[in-house]
C-alpha cells in the first residue's frame, strides 16, 4: 500500500483517453502501487509553462491494453492522490448524440448518465459512506478550461449530459437515438466509474470530451467504427495537448469548489 506523499509530487493530474499516451517531453516515471493493484502505467510526472507539475497516467496503458470495462478505475485515481494531485483533468473520446456537434468538437460535459454494468463504482465496501453527487463535475475546472480555450479561440460546448455506456461494443442505432431523446449530448464507455472514484477521494474531476464521430442513431451510414474513432482522435491530439497545457495551468492553486467538502461531510476517511 502506497501512503500518500508527505512532499506533494504533482498538482494536477491528467488522465489520457484513446490516442493520447504521452503529454510532456521531459517527465519523470513515477512506478505507483495501490491497494488496487497498479495504475494502467507507470504515472508520469512533468512540469508545464508557469512550473505547475502534472502527472499525466494514461487511461487505456500507453500501448492501449486496457479496455474500457477492464481499466484499473480504482488504482489510476489512488495513485494519483498518492502523489498529490488534488484536481484531475479527464480527456476522453466521446461519440455525438447531436448532429450539430461534429467530429473534433470540444464538449465540457456537467452532467453524466451511467448506463455501465458490472464496474466496482466505489472505494467503500463498507459502512454507510454515500457521496454527494448531483454535480458530478468540478465546476470551478470546467470554468477554467472553458476560459483558456476562449482565450485561445478554441471553440469548446459548454455543458452537456455526456452518457457513460458499458461498451466495448458500440450502440444500437435505437439506443442512441434514445440518448439523444433524452437530450443527452455525448455518449462514451470510461466516464464511470471515474468521476465518482475522484468525488470519493475528495478529487476535483473535470472531463473534456472530444467527439470523434456521430453516434449511430444520428449518423446516416454504416454507423460509427473503430479506425474512425481513432483516426478523429489522432488529427485531434495536439489540439487536446495544447488544451490541457493551458487548462493545468490555468485551474487554481487552492480550489474554491465543494468537491473535497462533499466528501468529508459523507464521513469518508482515505483507506
Ligand atoms: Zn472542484
Redesign the pocket.
Known sequence: MTEASAEPVADVGVIGGSGLYELLPDVVEHVVDTPYGPPSDPVMVGAVPGGRRVAFVPRHGRDHRFPPHRIPYRANLWALRSLGVR?VLAPCAVGSLRPEFGAGTFVLPDQLVDRTSGRVQTYYDQGAVHVSFADP?????RERVAGVAAAAGTDVVDGGTMVVVEGPRFSTRAESRWFAAQGWSVVNMTGHPEAVLARELG????PIALVTDLDAGIEVGAGVNQDEVFAVFAANTERMRTLLLSAAAALPAE??????ESYQEAGVTLP
Open positions: 484536481q463535475y468540478c465546476p470551478v475546472g478529487l476535483c474531476y473535470t480550489p474554491s469548489c465543494g468537491c473535497a
